[in-house]
């Protein structure tokens, strides 16, 4: 039995300038964190033949082929697991289309898992990798790299993306001050709605892919917030980062008419004038999670308590994708 989990994560600066459509003509730049709330994956042998899944859903099937869950299916081809008498079991602390990066999550720790079943070793860039060769190259999602390379490494980490999809992974130089400011008063909230990423960022993909000029000056301008972030960042000007969170969601909200709605705006206003200094909806938008850093923490979280909004609080993983059990 193989028991891996992978962290769930948060974007600092630069979401969507991961995008292929976008990376391959321009490069790309986002800072990340991964968080402590996590996707794991169980693998155990089963005594009979088949496939037993479990995750949103139960299905049970006599091939990888006939496998309907599409991650899975192409995961056990790519790793070429010989085995075909598995039970996949899928856990997670939060719930899939919040805003937090769970597919590409979960897709690293299954690598992770059925790599480990072969006995073979994987560093986080091959893992990310794979991760990605599943979902954007096989399964055509209009997905970025983000997600699939801050669960592999884990940490604050800044992620340089070449023309050439080469992805250049390092960590966000900040003080352990500066650290521990972020986890006390980044705060995260729930807004009650769920969506699917892939509708808002086929949107943006389509968009970029045709020529655009309105969303590459986007994405642009989003690409140089997240630099000056990292600058902020990595001089502790904590109060400069937040404002570039508010800067970074004027400019996403332009992206998609899906990117928000009346009542998140609302939320988001009341939050601007109850302690918050910035912040944004957590990935492609449209629902999810709200994140604001906070000035005045305790003032921010009474008022979203009095919206109805319930809070998430969260640690960085420094540990990214990895077997924590195995039997």
């Known amino acids: 039995m193989i028991f891996t989990r992978s962290p769930l994560r948060v974007s600092l600066g630069g979401g969507g300038t991961d995008l292929p459509s976008y990376s391959r003509e321009h490069g790309g730049f986002l800072i990340a964190g ?16 088949g496939f037993l899944l479990k995750y949103s859903r139960m299905e049970e099937a006599a091939s990888i082929d006939e496998i309907q869950h599409p991650i899975i299916r192409e995961a056990l081809r790519l790793v070429d697991i010989p085995a075909r008498n598995l039970e996949i079991t899928v856990l997670a602390d939060i719930p899939a289309g919040t805003g937090l990066g769970s597919s590409g999550s979960f897709t690293t720790a299954l690598l992770k898992g059925l790599c480990a079943y072969k006995k073979d070793p994987i560093h986080p860039h091959q893992l990310a990798e794979q991760a990605c060769r599943v979902e954007i190259d096989i399964l055509k ?3 970025g790299k983000q997600d699939q390379y801050i669960a592999a490494y884990g940490g604050v980490t800044c992620f340089q993306i070449d023309k050439d999809g080469v992805v250049k992974a390092s960590r966000l130089a900040i003080s352990d001050e500066t650290l521990f400011d972020l986890e006390d008063n980044l705060l995260l909230f729930f807004t009650g709605y769920t969506r699917s990423a892939s509708t808002i960022l ?35 000007d904590v109060a400069e980062f937040g404002r570039l969170m508010d800067v970074h969601w004027q400019h996403k909200k332009r992206r998609s008419s899906s990117m928000s709605n009346e009542q998140v705006d609302g939320w988001y206003d ?38 109805g909004l319930r809070e998430v609080r969260f640690r960085f993983d420094f540990a990214g994708t990895q077997v924590i059990s195995y039997e």
Do not use: W
């Open 34 to 49: 991964a968080i402590d709330k996590y996707v794991y994956v169980n693998i155990h042998k089963r005594f009979v033949d």
């Open 141 to 143: 999602e209009p997905v």
């Open 202 to 236: 086929k949107e943006q993909d389509e968009k970029t892919r045709q020529g655009d000029k309105e969303m590459a000056e986007n994405l642009h301008v989003v690409k140089e917030i997240a630099f000056r972030s990292k600058e902020a960042l990595e001089k502790g």
């Open 270 to 307: 009341c939050a601007m004038a109850n302690g918050a200094m910035g912040g944004k909806l957590v990935g492609a938008g449209g629902g999810g999670f709200l994140m604001f850093y906070a000035g005045n923490k305790e003032m921010l979280r009474h008022a979203m308590r009095e919206q």
